[in-house]
C-alpha cells in the first residue's frame, strides 16, 4: 500500500514561485507511474504533470516550461517546480500514483493519494 504526503503549498503572487513535495512510503516512486494533478471544482482532478515509470515525462499545456516534475528515488519522493505561477494555477495539488505499467493522465488511472495541498496565487 503506497502512502503519499504532500507539503510546500502556500499562497504566494502572481509570478512567484512554489516547490511541493510528495513523500512516499510502501513503494519506489520509481516504479510507479507518479504525477500532480488539481481541483478547483468538485468535478475531477485534470493532470498537471506526470511522470511515468519508465521516466517520460507530460505536461498539461498551461504549465508547460513554467513547471517541472521530477523524482529523487534515494529519498523516495517526488517534487513539483512551480514557476511564474498565475490566479488560474490557485487549486488544491495532489500528488498521486499508479501500478508501474500504467501510463495514462487521467487521474481516474491513479489509485494512490495524497491528502492535498492548496496553492494559492493572487494577483
Known amino acids: 500500500q503506497v502512502q503519499l504526503v504532500e507539503s510546500g503549498g502556500g499562497a504566494v503572487q502572481t509570478g512567484g514561485s512554489l516547490r511541493l513535495s510528495c513523500a512516499a512510503s510502501g513503494g519506489d516512486v520509481s516504479q510507479y507511474a507518479m504525477g500532480w494533478f488539481r481541483q478547483t471544482s468538485g468535478f475531477g482532478r485534470p493532470f498537471v504533470a506526470v511522470m511515468w515509470a519508465n521516466g517520460e515525462i507530460f505536461y498539461e499545456d498551461s504549465v508547460k516550461g513554467r513547471f517541472a516534475i521530477s523524482r529523487d528515488s534515494a529519498k523516495n519522493m517526488l517534487f513539483l517546480q512551480m514557476n511564474s505561477l498565475k490566479p488560474e494555477d490557485t487549486a488544491v495539488y495532489y500528488c498521486?500514483?499508479?501500478?508501474?505499467?500504467?501510463?495514462?493522465?487521467?487521474?481516474?488511472?491513479?489509485?494512490?493519494w495524497g491528502q492535498g495541498t492548496q496553492v494559492t496565487v493572487s494577483s
Open positions: 498521486a500514483a499508479a501500478a508501474g505499467d500504467v501510463m495514462e493522465i487521467q487521474y481516474e488511472e491513479y489509485e494512490y
